[in-house]
């Protein structure tokens, strides 16, 4: 009787190939397994769940049964060889077989991506420059606001304004080209930061200074590189309806606002 065989070798420096033979004593334990397991759910007219022979099986579900048997002993074996023998992988194995052949041992290889292993030489006594770092108030201060937006809100605008860089506006829009609407140019209801740069130059510039409710005609100039060809340097009128406009709300620098971390306890900690 065959034994379980497992052979490792180094491609490269950071990366291994595991060559697996596995007996067939084992295989057609798993592939029985299998199909005891298909058998109980199979449907098949005249005979009832359970009960079906293992060659009728075989007719409807051979190749099925094959490809998770594989499956399975890929992975139990593979696995439990890095456990064994403590590899870490960095990368998903690169598995080549041949399927399974009646009373034949099965074979597999995998190959994969691991850390290297180095002995790091030449830094006794090697001598090291401590650089002072100085964070200045305006570093300060700009570190905060970065914070204060990881926890800022939106609001409506309360007051008759119109609409600025840095807010946020829900628009409905549609671009034509030489008169020609196209779908792609078209959306409702669409979030929008002014100043994110998210749209082609001169778009959202130009909704700046729109109020609620109020429809204007946009005309921009696509990029020259522009990704979609047919519009690459091709003047666009966009007919742009501001829905919605809030603006961001940032919290308090303040004891209470400390209270968001579990880490600090009083504002100088943070």
Do not use: C
């Amino acid at each position: 009787m065959s034994e379980l065989s497992v052979k490792v070798e180094d491609i490269s420096q950071v990366k291994k190939k595991m060559s697996f033979e596995i007996p067939w004593a084992d295989v057609k334990d798993e592939l029985d397994s299998v199909y005891r397991t298909i058998s109980k759910k199979a449907k098949i007219k005249g005979f009832r769940p359970g009960k079906v022979p293992r060659k009728i099986l075989e007719n409807y579900f051979k190749a099925d049964a094959e490809d998770e048997t594989v499956t399975n002993i890929v992975n139990k074996y593979y696995g439990q060889e890095l456990d064994n023998r403590k590899i870490v992988t960095l990368s998903r194995p690169e598995i080549e077989q041949n399927g399974l052949k009646e009373d034949t041992d099965f074979s597999f290889s995998a190959s994969f991506e691991t850390e290297p292993t180095f002995d790091p030489q030449g830094y006794s006594g090697m001598e090291l420059e401590k650089i002072n770092m100085t964070v200045s108030e305006d570093d300060m201060a700009k570190r905060l606001k970065e914070i204060s937006k990881m926890f800022s809100t939106m609001q409506d605008v309360a007051e008759d304004r119109p609409a600025a860089m840095g807010d946020f506006v829900t628009i409905d829009f549609s671009g034509t080209l030489d008169g020609e609407a196209l779908p792609e140019l078209k959306s409702d209801n669409y979030l929008l930061e002014l100043g994110s740069k998210r749209f082609v130059p001169g778009f959202e510039e130009q909704i700046a200074g729109m109020k609620k409710g109020e429809t204007l005609d946009i005309n921009v100039t696509f990029p020259a590189d522009y990704h979609e060809t047919k519009m690459a340097g091709k003047d666009v009128v966009f007919t742009v309806t501001l829905k919605e406009l809030k603006e961001q709300k940032l919290p308090e620098i303040n004891e209470n606002f400390i209270k968001n971390f579990d880490k600090y306890n009083t504002l100088e900690d943070l």
